[in-house]
């Protein structure tokens, strides 16, 4: 307020800062000493606030260098001039501006010597966070969603993934929200989300998914075998898959108290009393389920009689063993005699080649014995 000529008063009002959003019409009101009296002032004045127009427009120069650009939807001057803000500090005049791809940095322009307001900020996506609905137990049939979200501008595209063990992780959406309107068991795991704009890219930590599920039936896996000698041990093992894991109890058939508890179950010394149907039940705070029956019985044949079986079928082995051997014998023999055979012959034949020599011999033993018989006289 400020007094003037005449007794008249001027009232100012000074709008620092002016922003589009102050557009409207002021009116001016007087209120005096006495309570309930005032008076206003009509028709206000309307101010009018346009915005400057400006915007960065961006462009991949190439792998490494990004090109802002600043544009007004203004009429401008040809005497206009633009200015560069990083993070709402000056850093050069110009039209345009190359920063590097993946910077974290805002980045904004101004006319020079304006006082309005520059563009709105440029900057590459922040990490992403996820979120879960509904945040409780995630119970198997349900229906789940996970949203992903960050700040950038331009806007960012969004990419869910799911991790392996094995391999990369598998591309699932890309979509701001990954929807399981039926969530199963398979869908538990480590889910990502990555947030990108042409300024740069980021991914989200890892979320884990944990699906509740009560006990599939359960199999059971007897070992050595169902069929039983008196005084054996037989161990009986029960498996499924639920989440959380679950408890075991065994039960035999018709009998409404339980023979043990835990994944094993073992039998010793087994008699005719152990033999019957045996299953398991497998329970956790989701649900239980029962296996089928398994009937375990006392073999039909005795020990002493299993003994005898034994003893017979050993007797008849090494039987089997002595005639193998003594076949072998008999034929090595005759092959030892069939070599020696073919040199008694050929002496023979040499004999018979030289008749003659035998001959002479005699002639000279006969010529021999008369004088042998004179020296004898």
């Known amino acids: 307020m400020s007094p003037s000529a005449g007794g008249l008063v ?48 961006v462009r991949r120069s190439d792998s490494t260098w990004l090109e802002l650009t600043c544009h007004s939807s203004c009429v401008l001057s040809d005497r206009a001039e633009y200015v560069w803000y990083k993070n709402e500090k000056y850093i050069k005049r110009g039209s345009s501006l190359l920063v590097s791809s993946g910077s974290t940095d805002r980045y904004s322009c101004y006319l020079r010597g304006s006082s309005g307001h520059g563009s709105p900020a440029v900057y590459g996506p922040q990490r992403p966070s996820v979120s879960v609905s509904p945040s409780a137990e995630m119970l198997e049939g349900g229906s789940v969603t996970l949203t992903c979200s960050t700040d950038a501008n331009p ?58 599920y009560g006990p599939q039936r359960p199999s059971v896996s007897v070992s050595p075998s169902a069929e039983m000698l008196e005084g054996d041990s037989v161990t009986l093992t029960c498996s499924t898959d639920a989440n959380p894991a679950a408890n075991y109890t065994w039960y035999k058939e018709h009998e409404d108290s339980p023979r043990a508890s835990g994944q094993i179950f073992t039998i010793t010394n087994f008699t005719a009393e152990h033999s019957g149907n045996y299953y398991c039940e497998a329970q956790n705070e989701m649900g239980r389920s029962n296996s089928t029956l398994l009937l375990i019985t006392e073999s039909a044949v005795d020990r002493t009689t299993m003994i005898i079986h034994i003893t017979r079928w050993t007797l008849v082995s090494v039987m089997v063993i002595l005639l193998l051997l003594f076949c072998l014998w008999t034929r090595k023999k005759k ?22 020599f035998e001959d002479l011999s005699d002639m000279a033993a006969q010529r021999e014995d008369p004088e042998e018989q004179e020296d004898q006289v």
């Not at 557009?23 to 006495?34: D, G, I, P, R, V």
């Not at 092959?335 to 004999?351: F, G, I, L, N, Q």
């Open 335 to 356: 092959a030892v005699s069939s070599t020696t055979e073919p040199h008694e012959s050929r002496e023979a034949v040499e004999m018979d080649l030289h008749p003659e």
């Open 10 to 57: 001027v009232f100012l009002l000074s709008v620092q800062d002016v922003r589009e959003s102050d557009s409207a019409e002021y009116k001016l009101t007087l209120m005096t000493n006495k309570p309930g009296e005032k008076y206003t002032g009509s028709p206000g004045v309307t101010l009018s606030v346009t915005d400057s127009g400006l915007q960065v427009q």
């Open 155 to 212: 806007a960012a595209s969004y990419t869910w993934y799911k991790a392996h063990r094995t391999s990369d992780p598998h591309l699932l959406s890309k979509e701001p929200q990954l929807v399981f309107s039926s969530i199963q068991s398979s869908d538990s795991g480590n889910y990502s989300c990555t947030a990108e704009n042409q300024l740069g890219r980021k991914t989200s930590d890892f979320i884990s998914i944990d699906v509740k």
